[in-house]
């Protein structure tokens, strides 16, 4: 298996502090079956994206781990002004492995509407962006509609394996499982931090999505799909989304409706139909 996102470069972001931690990380990852793994350290308000040590210490972990695992290097690029400007000045940084494909992560906070144009500005660059853990942000939860469009639009959509069972609570896990059934998920990925709390596991999310999905479809976003992207290809072929939020899930609008009415908001349908085809 393939993990595009994983936060194993020590000392840099809130992952690993120290080398032997990170050691540790990698060596559960591939007694769990990961072959690859893209480091992607956070570029982010709290963590600034230092290459120049980055690199070296991914240099020190290769050569530690003696080819027990093929290391790529990515970014868990925030959506901030700043990276923004610089990725279009400098294209293709922060792409995973220099060759397009870039994580992009939204604030729990909001997504205003220029957010809209510079991922359009970034992808007219060359960027292929992939939408980190939609599944896990509270605005997206609320508005699925967005991720349909950015999703109609092209975009690729990456879920923490780990939501698929529960590891983020109720709401993404409903969210994610929903994805799931309706093939909007293009990738599996740990987005591991810790070898207890925040692990490196795959091989779970892999059969829990060969139980619900069939086989083809775990060996798609754990391995065909993410490995295309590691080496730098166009993905094959996908299944075609099934694109009409028509439905409310069960237990799924609850928390957010009761939200949304102490808020004093209306509260449309939470899934509305979003397209006809
Ligand atoms: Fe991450």
């Given at each position: 298996?393939?993990?595009?996102?994983?936060?194993?470069?020590?000392?840099?972001?809130?992952?690993?502090?120290?080398?032997?931690?990170?050691?540790?990380?990698?060596?559960?990852?591939?007694?769990?079956?990961?072959?690859?793994?893209?480091?992607?350290?956070?570029?982010?308000?709290?963590?600034?994206?230092?290459?120049?040590?980055?690199?070296?210490?991914?240099?020190?972990?290769?050569?530690?781990?003696?080819?027990?695992?093929?290391?790529?290097?990515?970014?868990?690029?925030?959506?901030?002004?700043?990276?923004?400007?610089?990725?279009?000045?400098?294209?293709?940084?922060?792409?995973?492995?220099?060759?397009?494909?870039?994580?992009?992560?939204?604030?729990?906070?909001?997504?205003?509407?220029?957010?809209?144009?510079?991922?359009?500005?970034?992808?007219?660059?060359?960027?292929?962006?992939?939408?980190?853990?939609?599944?896990?942000?509270?605005?997206?939860?609320?508005?699925p509609e967005?991720?349909?469009?950015?999703?109609?639009?092209?975009?690729?959509?990456?879920?923490?394996?780990?939501?698929?069972?529960?590891?983020?609570?109720?709401?993404?896990?409903?969210?994610?499982?929903?994805?799931?059934?309706?093939?909007?998920?293009?990738?599996?990925?740990?987005?591991?931090?810790?070898?207890?709390?925040?692990?490196?596991?795959?091989?779970?999310?892999?059969?829990?999505?060969?139980?619900?999905?069939?086989?083809?479809?775990?060996?798609?976003?754990?391995?065909?799909?993410?490995?295309?992207?590691?080496?730098?290809?166009?993905?094959?072929?996908?299944?075609?989304?099934?694109?009409l939020w028509d439905?409310?899930?069960?237990?799924?609008?609850?928390?957010?409706?009761?939200?949304?009415?102490?808020?004093?908001?209306?509260?449309p349908g939470l899934f509305k139909r979003l397209?006809?085809?």
């Amino acid at each position: 298996m393939i993990d595009l996102h994983h936060h194993l470069v020590y000392g840099v972001d809130d992952g690993p502090a120290d080398l032997e931690t990170a050691l540790k990380m990698a060596r559960a990852a591939a007694a769990d079956g990961i072959t690859h793994i893209v480091c992607t350290p956070h570029a982010s308000d709290d963590y600034f994206y230092d290459l120049p040590v980055i690199e070296e210490r991914l240099e020190v972990l290769r050569r530690e781990l003696h080819g027990l695992l093929t290391l790529g290097l990515g970014c868990d690029f925030h959506l901030n002004a700043r990276n923004i400007e610089d990725a279009l000045a400098n294209f293709p940084r922060y792409s995973i492995n220099a060759r397009g494909y870039l994580l992009v992560e939204f604030s729990d906070l909001g997504i205003p509407p220029q957010l809209h144009h510079a991922m359009e500005q970034l992808a007219n660059a060359g960027y292929k962006l992939i939408i980190t853990h939609p599944e896990r942000n509270p605005i997206l939860q609320r508005k699925p509609e967005i991720l349909s469009d950015w999703l109609k639009g092209g975009y690729l959509v990456q879920v923490t394996a780990s939501s698929l069972y529960g590891r983020f609570g109720a709401t993404a896990q409903r969210f994610s499982n929903e994805l799931l059934d309706r093939d909007w998920i293009h990738f599996l990925a740990t987005d591991a931090h810790h070898v207890e709390w925040r692990p490196p596991h795959l091989r779970k999310g892999f059969e829990y999505v060969s139980k619900r999905k069939g086989a083809a479809t775990a060996e798609r976003l754990c391995v065909t799909n993410p490995l295309a992207v590691f080496e730098g290809r166009a993905l094959p072929a996908q299944p075609e989304m099934a694109g009409l939020w028509d439905c409310e899930l069960p237990g799924f609008s609850a928390t957010q409706d009761a939200r949304t009415q102490a808020e004093g908001k209306a509260k449309p349908g939470l899934f509305k139909r979003l397209f006809n085809r």
